[in-house]
């Protein structure tokens, strides 16, 4: 996965007129913090978009691949934390949005 | 074929309460390796075929689920989808690795990864991938776990994983022994959920265990008894019918008073964690709520307001009909994290901000409560309990925000009433030096008692053994809070796990307790404890 940033894209996104990208945060509010439900939801969702999608923790934090169950859970992401989302592709926008409304509403738990 | 005379008896430790006769039958274990690598092409179809068997596996069990089984179930299912965890074990199989070993060593790095940090949550999610291991692994063998009764009903496994545990027909068996585990791991949880006796890391059972014999597995002390002797027979046939017994006495003191053998009164309490189950609670069975928790109220995310609150005080304040109530201000922090009011990444929550700390860190918040509280002892004895208090000018902190919280009500004209002020005893400073603190209350919560007195984390599974509730300091602790209570002429209490705990009552009254605030389910072991202390 490229770590790029979007500003600075490479020869290959530059070269497609459609890749679009968009970026987005939100805070985990789930006391027990982004565990195996929400997690599941999270990447559930983020398959349904034609766009790369990934998630980090803290500015600094790895991105990861926003559709791997493994990858999301290995974040081992706490409540309170803040998830910075990132999208690249035709969907991205979309993708950043429905993501980042996901979290907010603290994954329709119950 | 065990020799019937040589009876074998195995330690563990119980991890769900109960005590069963019957026939013990090994479990077989899928994590052995067993194919030769044929072509890579050959090794990828017999692989993607193994996947999608064990996926539909999940998906049936998942449906016969309740929620917290089905929420295992569905992270599993999502790991068999996931193409980057996939990707690396289809890669070792192109590379001319057998697909078992390919699966095993991709799995093993991921749950190596997963034991990592300090979040036990986290950690535990490593038990799920071990179980997706497993269960791929058996389709790959062509070891389907389908359900074949086995010939017993006590299953001994080396390791049990949660969805095997779940797949299994507990109406065929009555009890598990596994070697692997912890009282804390997932499995135990389902098992006590389900009041499935459980013992858990016996040593070497699988290997002693060739072929199913009869057994006792005594998941009151831990052990596992393969062919017992007529005369372990005898005796466990006498401990099982005085469980009985003590079920149905227990049962029958429900709504009586608690006395000893010596005819003294003991006030029995219920602690209220959720007000919901108090509906389900004659409120004759018991002299008051000696702790609720609050930490509920604040779950969701948001704060709760003031109304909100108040009203949630008056349903206890009705629920108790006059007798006391006893209401804990907020403690989060520790293990119970709170968005928008815990600290983030502290090294070490239990030593760092926690209950009153936090609440003085955010003094709206405690006094919003503390208003809700004295409006509500407008209602009856409502008592204010701080929880995790170190030195009296905490105590003097939290008075003044109450002292403001009241002159605020008056001056609002809202009817409302002091409470009683007191505190927790948890902290071993407090409870080394109770007289210096100017409080109408004392109650003792056993469970950070011993964890801040043997400097073992109620988190960690590995220190279970050493956090000893009986251990001498501890009740050393108990008994020097009891007697300077004494001395300053107000009421002590303890409202931990211990007081729950039958085995431990009669330690309690010897130290000098009489008033004890219990589970709501153990009202009545807890009754028939005191009556058999003399």
């Known amino acids: ?110 | 074929m065990i020799e019937t005379s040589g009876e074998r008896i195995l330690s563990g430790v119980a991890a769900s309460d109960g005590l069963v006769v019957g026939r013990a039958v090994r479990l077989a274990s899928a994590a052995e390796l067993q194919r030769t690598a044929g072509s890579p092409e050959e090794e990828r179809s017999v692989l993607a075929g193994a996947i999608t068997r064990a996926t539909e596996q999940l998906e049936a069990l998942a449906g016969a689920q309740d929620e917290t089984g089905a929420e295992i179930l569905e992270f599993q299912t999502a790991l068999l989808e996931d193409e980057d965890l996939l990707a690396p074990v289809y890669a070792a199989v192109e590379a001319g690795q057998p697909a078992d070993l390919a699966w095993i060593r991709i799995i093993d790095g991921e749950v190596t990864e997963y034991r990592e940090g300090e979040d036990d949550y986290f950690k535990a999610r490593a038990d799920d991938l071990l179980d997706l291991k497993e269960r791929v692994l058996a389709a790959l063998h062509g070891k389907e776990t389908a359900q074949v009764k086995l010939d017993g009903d006590i299953i001994i496994a080396r390791d049990l994983t949660p969805s095997r545990f779940l797949e299994l027909d507990w109406s065929l068996y009555r009890g598990v022994a596994i070697c692997g585990g912890s009282p804390t791991s997932h499995v135990a949880i389902l098992a006590r959920a389900r009041g499935i006796p459980l013992v858990v890391g016996l040593e070497d059972a699988p290997e002693t265990l060739v072929a199913a014999c009869p057994a006792v597995l005594d998941a009151e002390s831990g052990r596992l008894i393969l062919a017992p002797t007529t005369e372990t027979l005898e005796e466990i046939g006498r401990r099982l019918r005085a469980r009985d017994a003590d079920d149905a006495a227990a049962q029958s003191l429900l709504g009586e008073a608690a006395v000893t053998a010596q005819g003294e009164r003991i006030e029995i309490l219920i602690n209220a964690d959720d007000p919901r189950v108090l509906a389900e609670v004659p409120v004759a069975n018991c002299d008051g709520i000696g702790l609720t928790r609050t930490e509920f109220l604040f779950s969701d995310g948001a704060l709760p307001d003031e109304q909100k609150q108040y009203e949630v005080y008056r349903d206890l304040m009705t629920w108790a009909a006059g007798r006391p109530v006893i209401i804990r201000t907020l403690d989060a922090g520790g293990d119970k994290p709170i968005p928008g009011v815990t600290v983030d990444d502290e090294s070490n929550p239990f030593l760092g901000l926690r209950g009153v700390r936090l609440s003085l860190l955010k003094p709206e918040v405690m006094k919003l409560q503390l208003r809700a509280l004295a409006r509500a002892a407008s209602l009856g004895p409502l008592k204010i309990m701080i929880p995790m208090v170190t030195v009296p000018e905490e105590v003097e902190a939290v008075r003044a925000l109450l002292e403001a919280a009241l002159s605020e009500l008056a001056a609002q004209g809202v009817a409302h009433a002091r409470p009683q002020l007191g505190m927790m005893v948890e902290v071993p400073a407090a409870a080394l030096a109770a007289e210096r603190f100017k409080v109408d209350f004392f109650s003792i919560g056993s469970n950070d008692l011993i964890q801040y007195t043997t400097a073992c984390a109620r988190d960690n599974a590995a220190v279970t053994g050493l956090a000893d509730a009986k251990n001498p300091a501890v009740l050393e602790l108990i008994r020097r809070t009891v007697e300077a209570a004494a001395r300053m002429g107000v009421e002590v209490s303890l409202c931990g796990d211990m007081a729950s705990d039958p085995n431990a009552i009669p330690d309690l009254l010897d130290c000098g307790l009489r008033r004890l605030s219990v589970a709501p389910a153990q009202v009545g072991r807890v009754k028939l404890a005191v009556r058999r202390y003399d």
């Open chain 1, 1 to 110: 996965m490229s770590e790029l940033p979007a500003e600075t894209a490479g020869p290959d996104e530059s070269a497609d007129a459609n890749e679009t990208v968009a970026t987005g945060e939100a805070t985990i509010q789930d006391p027990t913090g982004l565990h195996a439900r929400p997690a599941v939801k999270l990447t559930k969702l983020a398959k349904t978009h034609d766009a790369t999608v990934e998630i980090r923790t803290g500015e600094e934090g790895k991105w990861v691949n926003a559709k791997s169950p493994n990858a999301v859970m290995k974040l081992k992401a706490g409540s309170g934390e803040t998830l910075f989302v990132r999208a690249q592709g035709a969907q991205a926008d979309d993708a950043v949005k429905a993501l980042v409304a996901l979290i907010e509403r603290d994954f329709d738990a119950e």
